[in-house]
């Protein structure tokens, strides 16, 4: 009796999820006859906005998605598409159960939805209206569109309108449009060879192309073609010719009115926008998004003519550029390479590259949290470092010229003295440089040895920029990005980049004292045993800056900032072909000078922000001292309130005494000696 119930109950379970499958299949089917026919066909193009609203890229136009009927489209395609991608497209209802279930039984094992059973109607329902992500949600409504194309279409409706927008590479959508692009001709003119390698594409539009990778899309050629020949749509003659066929794939020049606004930017768009919707980078290109970048027309305009008026076109050295909004982390313009056509290697975000003295910056942080300040002073002459492991580490400075005397922070980082970085990082211990370089963004493994003070460990254009940005806002934390918006094909507003409060990572008041010190390698007062680092550029800059340049034997580096933007530079050879010391290490620093000035035309002068708590002090670059009417130079520096020096400097006072003897009384002088009766004279007459 026991086991009747049990066996009722589960017959009645049985019934009961039966009709409840009934019910909602119902639905589904009734929901579907009142919405009525669905359309057709989807804008698709996938358009990218600067950010003033301008149109920068968009991947192709009308001009490539041509609807021809499916009279129009050659016999051989449609056969050649239905053998390899739906064998039973007009015998089915929207759904291949068999495949449905063969492929269910393996996602239930892997417990996943990697296998695929797609009938032609369901891509096309999920090509036109959905995503493609591999969920539940979006399978259930990719089924509930199929159905309302089957029931409101016939198998040919849908069928060509599954061909004429399908997505086959390179910007072409549809046959016509892929039939011009690999082959200069209209689809009805296409051979079955040349057939069979179309309908190859879709399945991986960059994977199968015969533009990117010939070798595999005549493999899939093959297949299809066995495919044909199994359904009987072509006999064992025609296969054997059509394999065999030599297909002259048309080649694509870039004409000069078609040339991309920022295409390495365009890259790192699309490759961001991916990210963001969690999709494959062919599925945003073909989705019909509008994606508002945050590219500033015209400064990419200015920084493209920078590096054109630098390098001559003929030259071999790359180049990599990048401009950052310190407040924001907008990306405002980027070159990843002189000739986006030659090669679509980014050497901004791609390229890792060693840094130089760029580096500094970050040890000399360190050092400003352990104790130094502007003023401290190190010896800086030839120097064998023995190491605890017994090794001799013996740096030099460029030109091996040095000060033999010690020299001040200010002047260390103006000048670029190795042997003085050298020092404060073993002096520190080089952990101390490594963990600063973590708080600037820098999350790569960096090994801790004492030439890192020097720059040799590798690092991406976009990681240095992204790190000065920090010291150019105050020491916050910055992300790069480079999009504020997508809207999808239907209006809908699927990403939107949130403002937020960024966490204060640096010291405010070293960062900012870092970033004045900085500013030195633009002034002669600091210059020493050398001129100042930017010295060759410093005629040219109309506002205060700060930066660092770099250069190492195949790399030469500049970066530098104001309140408004990070730009930075490199240029070198793809091979690390060592760089001439005296014409191609001068192109970076160039580069940036000439950019920053046509950024910051009209702009109106920013000074950096002085944090409370800190106090600014003539120095005598030379004895570190407060500096004094009878020093030659003075300069500016910093400190943190309370570790400003009270000494005046007194090494110049005897030799104006000595001049004063020589030359007789100064003005002032003169100005003592006279009378009551003549200093009032001279006052009123």
Known sequence: MRQFITWKRFII????????????????????????????????????????????????????????????????????????????????????????????????????????????????????????????????????????????????????????????????????????????????????????????????????????????????????????LEEGYISQSTYHLASREQLAIQEHQENQEDKMIAPHFQDMVLREAAARLQLDEEKVRSGGYKIYTTLDKN????????????????????????????????????????????????????????????????????ALENGYNARTRLMSKPTAFELENGEVYQPSNFNDHYANEPITLAQAIALSDNIYAVKTNLYLGVDKLVNAAKKFGINQELPEVPSLALGTASVTVNDMVTAYSMLANGGKAVEGYTIGKIVDRNGSTVYERQSSNREQVLDPVNAFILTHLMTGMFDPALNGYMSVTGSSIADQLTRTYAGKSGTTNTDSWMIGFSPDIVTGVWTGYDDNRQLDPYTETAYAKDIWATFMESAHQGLPLKTFDVPANVVGVPIDPTSGKRATPYCDTSHIMYFRQGEEPNKYCNDHFHEAEERQDKEGPTSDQQEEDKGIFERWFDTFF
């Open 13 to 228: 379970s049985i019934l009961v999820l039966v009709g409840i499958s009934f019910t909602a299949i119902g639905c589904i089917y009734v929901s579907s006859y009142l919405l009525g026919p669905p359309p057709l066909t989807s804008e698709q193009n996938t358009i990218y906005y600067s950010q003033s609203g301008e149109v920068i890229g968009e991947e192709r136009g009308v001009e490539n998605r041509y609807w021809i009927s499916l009279d129009e489209m050659p016999e051989t395609l449609i056969q050649a598409t239905l053998a390899i991608e739906d064998q039973h497209f007009y015998d089915h209802n929207g759904f291949d159960l068999k495949r449905i279930l063969g492929a269910a039984l393996s996602d239930l094992k892997s417990l996943s939805l990697k296998e695929g059973a797609s009938t032609l109607t369901q891509q096309y329902a999920r090509n036109l209206y959905l995503s493609h992500e591999k969920t539940w949600t979006r399978k259930l409504k990719e089924a509930f569109y199929t159905i309302r194309l089957e029931m409101h279409y016939s198998k040919d409706e849908i069928l060509e309108g599954y061909l004429n927008t399908i997505y086959y590479g390179h910007g072409a959508y549809g046959v016509e449009a892929a039939s011009r692009h690999f082959f200069d001709k209209h689809g009805k003119d296409l051979t079955l060879a040349e057939a069979a390698m179309l309908a190859g594409v879709p399945k991986g539009p960059t994977y199968y192309s015969p533009l990117n990778d010939m070798e595999r899309a005549k493999s899939r050629q093959r297949q299809i073609l066995t495919a044909m």
């Open 299 to 366: 400064l990419q305009v200015q920084l493209e003519e920078s590096i054109a008026n630098a390098i001559e076109s003929g030259e071999e050295i790359e180049v990599g550029s990048m401009t950052m909004e310190p407040s924001t982390g907008r990306v405002l313009a980027m070159v990843g390479g002189k000739n986006y056509e030659d090669s679509q290697f980014n050497r901004v975000t791609q390229a890792k590259r060693m840094p130089g003295s760029t580096f500094k910056p970050f040890l000399y942080y360190a």
